[in-house]
């Protein structure tokens, strides 16, 4: 049924009405901690190496560990001669989980903007929460242990995993329109850091039964949100009857359809179009831009390569941090692991201040590199951080602010405004691949960057991995 273009305009000329709906809390919400849950996941791996290194390796060489007898029963796990080859083990699982979910964010972006956004998120979530459920329980239940078992589940994983993001990225895209978006999304990407934090606690809570039963809460909860999305999660305002949102607002103008035809005409006046809510289910609707017409939109590649330096830094604050407490100041883990939440804190912070910042100056790109010149100069000052608790966590939380809040700004609402720039007038077919190609490509710096860090730790020390984060 015909919409006249007055009534079309209506929802559009009170975006912020629009934007309170209990539709776009709901979308808010589920995107949120389906994210979350599949980095809690993540981090789950993190909190238990040290409980998995002591079962793949013999109890005698663990001064901590009584001897059990009989002893071909209690040691029937053995991988590795000694805790060091497992934890190299453990490493590398690591780096090829990156490597994995980085070649997998190209390939879901672009299944993403080609299926339905919601089956593929939930397909991932579920699958994911199968696949680590093998890995970490299943197989201590059925006492199997295989190297090589465990690092093609990994990869499985990590190519699981990967199709989180750019659908989660791109169903906020297609909810909240570009007024506002710095902000919405830089609070909302705070999912990765409560995602750790989830995964911490659920660790920490059925860690003392075993390893396994870690795994099994984790998984059991991510399968649990992988249900619920399919069955709540509405992937764009349509699916409601609502109109969708513009990719730009100018002064004095209202929000444009964003999901209209590619090659579109502008010049024809909006009253002598058609609107119908079942449009979309027409052929005339535009096809998912391939990936490399992706790769040649305006800002995507520069972007792509300044989140690639980015990550690098953030995640391997995200792997060495603790170490790093512990290692240089002697502190205990369990106190370095709380210490660590602080660059976290600070990320959350800065990404919500910076990305409100950007929508207020209408630009993201300046706000960035401010952020990014501070950032030289925290750490530069973290490198040489005293001996002091507090003082370190004040100069940790002021390093994430600078350095977390352009991370998560590219990551979300600036991967947003590429998938949805004036060349793309469709949400959907372009959000996904693009945010892929970002995310991905900040992936693979990440992946590399895991094995610099200890390269340059190892030969060099501390303070030269701390210039090699200034370079980045």
Not at 167 to 183: Q, T
């Amino acid at each position: 049924m015909a919409v006249p273009g007055s009534l079309r305009r209506q929802p559009a000329n009170r975006g912020l009405v629009s934007h309170c709906t209990h539709h776009h809390i709901v979308v808010f919400l589920l995107t949120f901690f389906s994210y979350s849950l599949l980095h809690a996941s993540r981090k789950t791996f993190s909190n238990v190496k040290v409980s998995i290194s002591g079962q793949w390796t013999p109890s005698c060489l663990n001064s901590t560990a009584p001897e059990l007898q009989p002893y071909e029963l209690w040691n029937s796990s053995h991988l590795f001669p000694n805790a060091e080859e497992a934890t190299l083990f453990l490493g590398t699982l690591d780096t090829i989980f990156l490597f994995s979910y980085a070649v997998g964010l190209f390939v879901s972006g672009i299944v993403g903007d080609r299926l339905n956004l919601r089956w593929v998120l939930s397909f991932g979530m579920c699958s994911s929460a199968l696949v680590e459920f093998s890995f970490g329980t299943l197989t201590e239940w059925l006492h199997f242990y295989n190297k090589w078992f465990y690092c093609c589940l990994w990869v499985v994983n990590g190519l699981l995993q990967s199709t989180g993001w750019p659908c989660v990225v791109a169903v906020m895209g297609n909810w909240f329109g570009k007024a506002g978006r710095g902000f919405v999304f830089g609070l909302w990407s705070a999912c990765a850091s409560v995602g750790n934090i989830l995964g911490a606690f659920l660790a920490s809570c059925v860690l003392k039964y075993g390893y396994e039963y870690a795994f099994l809460v984790t998984a059991s909860v991510q399968f649990a949100g992988g249900v619920i999305v399919f069955f709540g999660l509405l992937t764009s305002p349509k699916e409601v009857g609502l109109p969708e949102l513009g990719a730009d607002e100018g002064e004095g103008s209202v929000e444009e359809d964003a999901n209209r035809p590619l090659m579109g005409n502008d010049d024809v006046d909006d009253d002598d179009q058609n609107y119908s809510i079942q449009a979309t289910d027409n052929d005339d609707q535009p096809k998912a831009i391939g990936f490399f017409q992706a790769c040649c939109l305006p800002g995507v590649v520069l972007y792509s390569l300044a989140y690639a330096c980015l990550k690098l830094v953030n995640y391997s604050f995200f792997f060495w941090l603790p170490f790093y407490l512990s290692n240089n100041f002697g502190w205990k883990e369990a106190e370095a692991d709380q210490l660590s939440i602080w660059y976290d804190v600070g990320g959350i912070i800065g990404g919500t201040i910076q990305g409100l910042i950007s929508d207020v100056l209408q630009k993201r790109a300046p706000v960035l590199a401010v952020s990014l010149l501070f950032a030289v100069g925290s750490l530069f000052g973290y490198s040489r951080s005293p001996n002091s608790k507090s003082i370190n966590a004040v100069i940790m939380a002021i390093t994430g602010f600078f350095i977390g809040g352009p991370s998560n700004m590219i990551s979300s609402a600036i991967s947003a405004d590429l998938g949805r720039q004036d060349l793309v007038k469709g949400s959907s077919e372009a959000l996904a691949t693009v945010t892929g190609i970002v995310d991905g490509t900040g992936s693979i710096g990440a992946a590399v960057g895991q094995y610099l860090v200890s390269l340059i730790q190892e030969n060099l020390g501390w303070m030269w991995v701390f210039y090699f984060f200034i370079l980045m």
